[in-house]
């Protein structure tokens, strides 16, 4: 038996007036994932515990089979693993985006406009960085370079201080949101004018791109100590994603990251790809479970765009599902495979919350008759619902 879960980052949502009443989920094309909902459990599942914010870092790790409230010690650590920063027991990880402010007000009376610099591109991003690192880098404070506009600071013997997440203030103004810590705040005041004249954001701005013009802090936490997936499950497993987080859940779990070309965490890709290399790795290579994040829908819920969102939802069904499910049936190999969210990211907020997600789990050698399509309402009216996120995958190789 082979094991998969499809997991479309932030891609539940609320019904939108705009499609009449319907959600993306609901409105996307979706005719390889309705094809399996009809003989797969379809049900909700609470990926959040009670308590702890709603973000892609505690929800994967519930998904992955690792009880937040246990493991879960901040999310830039676990990036960090996946980038290969080395970090001490005293060390402290942020999260290091390259935003877009605002250009005319004063730092503390800019907005924000946009968390990810319209998605720059890793190496533009790496320049920039570099900038920044010149000026600012000590022996106290040291940056290290992720993936687009995602990038990694760690404060040596520092304090896990408490710090905003940008996406969640789109559009506002920055100053009740920047960091308490005094040297935090002045490297990112300082890093606005390092950026804002540099010649890469000259050009961005000349081309109509947003230009990449200061450093925002978040997500800060100390050294992660996850147990082995293999020893936990018993399952050799591999990851595949463009984001650090993901592929530093699956460093500190003993997994395997398979790194596919033209992955990039945006709507432009490589679908394919991520499908060609998890059915490779379960048929060819020997895993026995892979797990492919797409981080597509949560980008677009970001944005706000719903058209964006429902072209992301209907690029997971025909581009990574639908290849899948033909190859592994193909094989004649069983398999089970889970197909969920691991949030809501309403395009109402722009930012993450807390609802359960609708999953859909296929059997290969036990479908079951639900009547349901895959979608919010859908998942609701079945009336199952799974109130402990993690231990889902216990349920999924053992079911």
């Not at 998969?4 to 409105?27: F, K, N």
């Not at 965490?265 to 290399?277: D, F, I, P, R, V």
């Not at 069983?334 to 997600?357: K, N, Q």
């Amino acid at each position: 038996m082979k094991y998969i879960v499809i997991l479309g980052d932030g891609m539940s949502d609320e019904p939108v007036e705009q499609i009449g009443g319907r959600t993306p989920l609901e409105a996307a094309a979706t005719p390889v994932m309705d094809e399996l909902a009809a003989v797969s459990e379809i049900g909700l599942l609470r990926t959040i515990p009670e308590g702890m914010k709603p973000g892609s870092d505690t929800a994967n790790l519930a998904v992955m089979g690792y009880d937040p409230k246990k493991y879960y010690t901040g999310r830039s650590p676990l990036e960090a693993l996946s980038i290969g920063v080395p970090m001490e027991e005293t060390d402290v990880a942020f999260r290091c985006n390259i935003v877009t402010l605002s250009e005319e007000e004063p730092y503390e009376e800019k907005t924000i406009l946009d968390h990810s610099s319209d998605e720059i591109s890793t190496e533009d991003a790496a320049v920039l960085l570099d900038a920044v690192r010149a000026e600012l880098e000590d022996e106290t404070y040291h940056f290290y370079v992720g993936t687009s506009y995602r990038h990694c600071t760690i404060w040596k013997n520092g304090r896990v201080v408490p710090l905003t997440p940008p996406h969640d203030h789109l559009g506002e103004v920055v100053g009740p949101y920047l960091p308490e810590d005094e040297t935090l705040r002045r490297m990112q005041k300082r890093s606005y004018e390092i950026l804002s004249q540099h010649p890469i954001n000259l050009a961005r701005k000349a081309k109509g791109l947003n230009p990449a013009n200061s450093l925002w802090f978040w997500g800060a936490g100390t050294r992660p100590m996850l147990s082995s997936f293999e020893a936990l499950y018993g399952k050799k497993g591999v990851m595949i994603s463009a984001v650090d987080l993901l592929k530093g859940i699956a460093v500190g779990a003993g997994m395997r990251n398979i790194l596919v070309p033209g992955a990039n965490g945006g709507l432009n890709t490589n679908y394919e790809g991520k499908a060609q290399a998890a059915v490779d790795a379960l048929l060819k290579e020997g895993a026995d479970f892979a797990y492919i994040h797409l981080e597509a829908p949560d980008e677009m819920g970001h944005q706000g765009s719903l058209e964006r969102k429902i072209k992301s939802i209907e690029n997971l069904d025909g581009r990574i599902v639908r290849i899948v499910k033909e190859q592994m049936d193909a094989s004649g190999e069983p398999y089970r495979m889970l197909i969920l969210p691991d949030h809501p990211t309403p395009l109402r907020i722009r930012t993450h919350s807390s609802e359960p997600v609708p999953y859909l789990l296929y059997d290969s050698t036990k479908p079951v008759e639900s009547h349901l399509l895959y979608n919010e309402k859908e998942a609701e009216k079945s009336g199952i619902l799974r109130e402990h996120g993690y231990e889902m995958m216990s349920y999924l190789l053992s079911r």
